[in-house]
């Protein structure tokens, strides 16, 4: 109970700022005071008036960025005539022009965008220690940002949090290349199950690797959906062991973390207990339990698998259950979910599916050096205008008035989503055009609560609080070792001999084998760069 407590109060002080956040208003200028009779008997002379200020010109700017694989960003005819793109030219004084990378290769394109040479006025990327990018902030391809920074961005400055702009993932070597995204939520991705299926089959909810393991059997064998059918699917996940990493968490090793060993900054996928967790994936692949297309299953095929009912257990976003769960019932009415802790392992603690994150969110942006001083300098302005008093709140939350919300007085009616398309418009003005600045969706006590299933998103941002592992090299930059071999990293070999395994083409020994002749190629001199990088930050 004092734990929950804990909890609700740590949540309380997040909502609370949103709450602030989201109810600011511009002042009220005061009326200038009357003007004062003449005691002189003598008619005043007229005051001269001003010269109207000319409106200034909308700032022109080109920004390339991944579609994110939004359905109202892919679906469009022209992004750029959309209604949510023109309101936010309208409010924030400027014509956009969106270039889009499709979200399915979007690191490929980005590097084609890198190669091509003319390169935008804003470019969207995951981090400029990625590497599509660490090299072109090497050659001097991106444009550094202190001073702009400190000189025309008061907002950013002071608002944006101090870790944000020490991440590797936005600066190197003391130098700002990148303007972070917020990430109201550091640990963010929790494990799903069908409730309803715990439910009719009498099962508790699961805390160790074994009862987990039990829950996933009785999916497979005690027919929850009711068709008399062996076709539940227990557990589904996507390539790359994308919302797949339940039992990686469980044994300390979530994928793309790190972990101080013996004064050595290593990577989780070549430590000892990795192939402990690999052991888990084989037994569930050859169980059943896992879902046996999920090494190459593409997102939107998993996610079909799981709105139509057929996935027992999956994970996503903590705070998205009402979303999964609207369009679940599209096909399943009587569906439930519920959002639980992640599996304990041999540490005794709920590892989580990802490792901690950063305070930076998925997106850094950037300004290319081919940029002039002076638009950067407008540039620079425009990112500091998600953090002032003059960013339009009541858009990034709402959307559209007369569309997505009504207003009577203060009061506002917002429309809340109830299928696919609505959820994805109200992505599109909340997430997808929110470059930077607090995401008041996340941390709008009221907004939550309003949501027809605001009591589920609680869950799961309690449920995310509660657990998850700190990564030891968090946001840690793209290091020459792996600039020159960039198989090292964990989608490289890794995955390769992690998808043998699980599917019994090689023994689970072969791990060994895998991690030698890493180290071969250039692990051990990373692991040399990575600890000299922990040991310096």
Known sequence: MQQRKTIISLLGIILGLGTILGCSTDATQEAPPAETPSTSGETPAPAETPAAEAPKEPLKLKVTLTTGNLGHVVNSANINEDKYVKKMEELSNTDLEFELLPHENYEQSLSLTLAGGELPDILQTKGINTAEIAPAVDAGVLRP???????????LKAKVKADSWKSGRVAKDGVIYGIPGDN????????YVRKDWMDKLGLETPKTVEQYIEMLRAFRDGDPNGNGKKDEIPFSGRERFSHTGHFFGAYDVPLNAWRLVDGKLTPNHVRPEMKEALGVYRQLYEEKLLDNEFITQPGNVWDNKIVTGQVGMWAHAATYPDTWLNRLRENVPEAEIALIPAPVGPSGKPGGVYAIGSSV????????SSVSEEKAIEIIKFFDWFYSDEAPS???LYGLEGEDFTKSGDAITYNYPA????????????EWLHFTGPKLHLLDENFIKGRNMGDLIFQGIT?????????????????????ARPELDHNGLFQEVAAKIITGQEPLDSFDAYVADWKARGGDQWIAE???WYNNR
């Open 463 to 483: 449920t995310g609080l509660n657990e998850g592992i700190v990564n030891d090299g968090l946001d840690i930059p793209t290091l020459p070792a792996l600039q």
């Open 361 to 368: 969110s998925d997106f850094v942006w950037t300004i290319p």
């Open 419 to 430: 299928e696919k398309a609505e959820y994805d418009a109200e992505a599109m003005h909340q």
């Open 145 to 155: 940002l202190n001073d702009l920074i400190d000189q025309h961005a008061p907002n």
């Open 530 to 532: 990575a600890t000299e």
């Open 394 to 396: 009541e858009f990034f």
């Open 184 to 191: 109201a939520i550091t640990n963010g991705t929790v494990v």
